[in-house]
């Protein structure tokens, strides 16, 4: 009978102490998510003691009155439109200061085109669209939430059709619009197969053809250095270049660069 007992007594002990070692790995568990679930850093009061500010992603930080943004479109659906501030490249992403990112409700606002002023409903807005947009801009917690209130302004919308044709223009040496040329980012690997690499190339496309107002609608391309093409100095961030292209029929993230050179900043 005693020994029934201190196995009993035994096998007690043991489920108690699982319990326990259950709670603790739970309470640790819920420390470390709140102790990662903060906004910022960790910020000491005047007496050394952590204050710990909850992370509120959605939270507004700052609003900005009467602003006009620009931005490109990649999500419209839902009630929702968002723009990015760049551009993307598969799994890549180039960011421009041009622009801006941030999340508009669709209340079936007014839109006016771009190139023929002709008005519409936000239906007319696709992703790849160029947007240009006034109104209250709400700074989140998280850059992902920030948004743009657009109140009573029409949205005006640039389309991704009319957007590449101004494009080619550019890269055309058209003198239709003011532009410039630097590296936004290289990526060479000199010594690869066929010295392959690609420049990501940013174009300031300045446009007042269209309106009264001028309208600075950068965009980026993706060259790509072959063995033939002729480099004419050294080709590093930020620097302003000039270049040719083999073959202007191929989409904007596929050009092959015939020559780039370097100009003296």
Do not use: W
Not at 5 to 21: A, G, M, P, Y
Not at 97 to 125: F, G, H, M, P
Not at 137 to 161: A, F
Not at 220 to 239: E, M, R, S
């Amino acid at each position: 009978m005693k020994k029934k007992i201190i196995i009993i007594s035994i096998f007690v002990l043991i489920i108690i102490c699982i319990v326990i070692i259950i709670v603790i790995t739970k309470n640790k568990n819920v420390k470390d998510n709140i102790d990662n679930d903060v906004y910022g850093t960790v910020i000491y009061d005047k007496n050394g003691n952590v204050i710990v500010e909850p992370y509120n992603a959605d939270v507004t930080k700052e609003i900005t009155e009467n602003i006009t943004i620009e931005g490109i479109v990649e999500l419209h659906s839902k009630g929702r439109i968002y723009i990015f501030n760049g551009q993307h490249f598969g799994e890549q992403g180039i960011e421009m200061e041009e622009y801006t990112s941030a999340n508009i409700v669709d209340k079936n606002q007014k839109c006016i085109d771009y190139i023929t002023l002709q008005e519409y409903d936000t239906s007319y807005i696709q992703p790849g669209d160029l947007l240009i947009c006034t109104g209250d801009y709400l700074k989140k917690g998280d850059p992902i939430y920030n948004e743009l209130d657009t109140k009573d302004n029409p949205i005006i919308v640039l389309k991704e059709s009319d957007y590449n044709k101004m494009k080619l223009d550019v890269l055309k040496g058209n003198n239709k619009y003011s532009s410039s040329v630097t590296i936004e980012r290289e990526e060479i690997n000199y010594g690869g197969y066929n010295n392959y690499g690609y420049l990501f190339l940013k174009y300031t496309l300045e446009d007042n053809n269209h309106s009264n107002t001028k309208y600075c609608l950068p965009f980026v391309v993706k060259a790509y250095i072959t063995q033939d093409t002729k480099i004419d100095g050294d080709l590093q961030d930020g620097k302003s270049v000039e270049v040719q292209y083999e073959d202007l029929t191929e989409p904007f993230d596929k050009l092959n660069l015939k020559s780039i050179k370097v100009l003296e900043n």
